[in-house]
């Protein structure tokens, strides 16, 4: 089946709101087995909206539309719809008495355009609305199958997944499934982590290897399709044993985690708390920790040090330690560490210091920063990195390396 | 000029990513008085892609494509432009060497599909990307404006609001301008904001009031349509004026600001210093305050303390006034904000205590939060919230009233 998805609405074409739902539909259908070859996005005019239906006609076999069926004159799927393919509208009775039922409840007086809400394409299956008023609805006409579907993502989600995904289902009838992974990588760019697993992307097809990156981290989703479960998660898992034998190192997780969650599910397992001393970052990484449900388990607190007094006076890093290495060096950055490890009682301590930019400081690059690690009773170290982003790239990077080489760091310990 | 944004991308067509540009692109076209009839998406393939442009071509003057401008092999929207239009892709001298220069300066390996990075349409004009590799192009063929933009959201913004509006704004060589206002509320919501203004909602033609809500903000946009920029800016003041006499008391800012931004400048014009003690917000108001460059002028740093031992130990509020009152407390939050005040030696302390959720604290509901503000030599005070977001919400918004508090405090000071 190849679906093609028609979100219909002016406010999407001034910016207004963003087509949350092509997203949304387009997961469900790659779980589907069902192609999504294009998205449209037209406005509340009849003539376009017939332009955008007759084009896609021609590529896809089934039609998805979202927005139009509410009750003003602005919306006019159906009655589009309704017009090219010779079907007349009719009103659903259970979607009129809910509507009127509606009414009655909030104590409101129905008016009379709200009834347009109840009229349905005659002869299509109807998707009840249990969210809102206007019902869904699905109709094959000529092998082509048009389903209609609410705008609000609040209506639409929930039709769609109770309701929608069985009817097509069923239409499909068939017995292939789709399956996917998601390796997460942080350390390797995207060029060259294609360049090391280009033989496997090229040789693509059953499973596909697609690489995505965004904000320093590079993913690579595996996809197979099969008619068991088990033969895709077989297949997902030879692929996956190819590229991990490559860069292995660089994977830090599957799906949907990222490096914070990896280092306080990590940390959580080992029972070993943390407190964190952030200049640069200005406190993200303990943010970032903190928005994790649960954190509480293994974050105990930590200092922001913005300025050199507050490195001095509240963080307690030695004058000797600034006045000769300077606040952006392996030196101040272990001593940060050290120090907000013993001052919260945390089995590690890791700190941030450097320069985000856009000005450069002692002298030192904008870019130049350095993660300080320190354990209780153990070791402590230091890692230097080069960034060349803006300042808030900069920021979040550190961050993210912090997570990485503290990772490391951990699972070095058993 | 009518426009159609084109995204390329199968990351698209999977869900794993929402058409953020597409809306991005429409907001700036419709303030620039550019039609936008049409989004479409499509996949990384070439000949679904030259379909959607050949479409695009009977629909519109100006096609504006994003994403694909990439170095691996999935990146293919300047290699069909280039064939479609007959146009030769040729290195951008600029551009290799900007690439060339990234790579030396983050002491990287170049690989060679990297380079596919500065090639561009012979004869376009280029648009420099100043937030990645990959610039973008403008190139006029039989009428047809071609516009290719990058992928990223943090590179297509940039570049298009520094380069790309300029070029389409000559191309358009138009005499009617349009100019915008865009004012910023904090503390009232949506509906109670329409309400107020209804009637000058209703009666709008020229100049437009639109409402949009948000994160807890509420913002109400004015956009004026004349020949001359004086007139456009004289029919905003009008409209402005009338808006804030009846809601001006919750106006704090206009356009481009937020409330920590507006902070960040009452602070340095006054040459007052802060410090933070944060609980639930796990360091986020320190985090957005040093997200803007210069805030070291006015920040001196601050402490999260995220268990009670850390609030007594660190922070070194008193074992009784937890005992008796505990950390979800007006007197926790004052003690937090004139403690951490002295600690660092700041002007002012605030302070963020609370029960984020999931789960409540104290027996104290979640979104019960105490925010406190203390002035050296001067008064302390402390504000409860009652929020019912969730988790995320509840901390972002804590953040948001806080800056909102501190704000008015700060004014009422002269």
Redesign the interface.
């Known amino acids: 089946m190849d679906a093609e998805i028609i979100a219909v609405g002016s406010e999407?074409?001034?910016?207004?709101?963003?087509?949350?739902n092509?997203?949304?539909?387009?997961?469900?259908?790659?779980e589907m087995g069902i192609n999504?070859?294009?998205?449209?996005?037209?406005?509340d005019?009849d003539k376009?909206l017939q332009?955008?239906v007759d084009?896609a006609k021609k590529?896809a076999d089934l039609i998805v539309f979202t927005g139009g069926l509410g009750p003003t004159k602005d919306d006019m799927t159906k009655e589009t719809i309704s017009r090219m393919l010779g079907k007349e509208l009719v009103f659903d009775q259970e979607a009129l008495q809910s509507i009127e039922a509606y009414f009655t409840k909030s104590n409101r007086v129905m008016t009379e355009n709200n009834k347009k809400q109840a009229l349905v394409l005659e002869g299509s299956d109807i998707l009840a609305n249990d969210h809102g008023m206007a019902p869904g609805m699905v109709l094959t006409v000529e092998n082509i199958t048009y389903m209609l579907l609410p705008g609000p993502p609040s209506e639409m989600e929930p039709m769609f997944l109770k309701y929608g995904y069985q009817t097509l289902m069923k239409m499909m009838d068939k017995h292939e499934r789709i399956e996917s992974k998601v390796l997460r990588f942080f350390g390797i760019?995207?060029?060259?982590l294609?360049?090391v697993i280009e033989d496997l992307?090229e040789k693509q097809s059953n499973p596909t290897i697609?690489?995505?990156?965004?904000d320093g981290e590079v993913t690579l989703?595996i996809t197979a399709k099969h008619e068991t479960k088990e033969k895709c998660e077989e297949m997902i898992a030879a692929a996956e044993k190819e590229i991990l034998s490559r860069v292995g190192q660089f994977h830090y997780g599957n799906n949907q985690t990222s490096l914070i969650k990896e280092l306080v599910k990590e940390l959580t397992v080992r029972k070993l708390t943390i407190a964190?001393a952030?200049s640069?970052?200005?406190?993200?990484?303990?943010?970032q920790?903190?928005?994790i449900?649960g954190?509480?388990k293994v974050?105990?607190?930590?200092?922001?040090?913005?300025?050199n007094?507050?490195k001095s006076?509240?963080l307690n890093v030695k004058n000797k330690t600034i006045e000769q290495f300077g606040v952006v060096s392996e030196e101040c950055a272990i001593e940060m560490a050290e120090n907000v490890s013993t001052?919260?009682?945390a089995d590690i301590g890791i700190s941030f210091t450097g320069v985000a930019?856009?000005?450069t400081q002692e002298g030192k690059p904008v870019?130049t920063i350095f993660i300080g690690i320190a354990f209780r009773n153990g070791k402590s170290l230091a890692k230097k990195l080069?960034?060349?982003?803006?300042?808030?790239?900069n920021?979040v990077r550190s961050v993210k390396y912090g997570c990485h080489f503290l990772l490391q760091e951990v699972n070095n310990l058993s």
Chains 1, 2 share one sequence.
């Open positions: 999407l074409l001034l910016g207004q709101i963003v087509n949350t092509g997203r949304f539909l387009s997961q469900q259908f790659a999504v070859y294009y998205h449209t996005v037209v406005g005019n376009r332009d955008a084009i590529r760019g995207e060029a060259k294609e360049t992307i697609a690489p995505l990156a965004g989703r964190g952030e640069l970052t200005g406190g993200m990484f303990q943010e920790l903190t928005t449900p954190a509480g974050f105990k607190g930590g200092i922001v040090s913005y300025t007094d507050a006076n509240v001052q919260f009682d930019g856009p000005d870019g080069s960034l060349s982003g803006s300042r808030s790239q920021r």
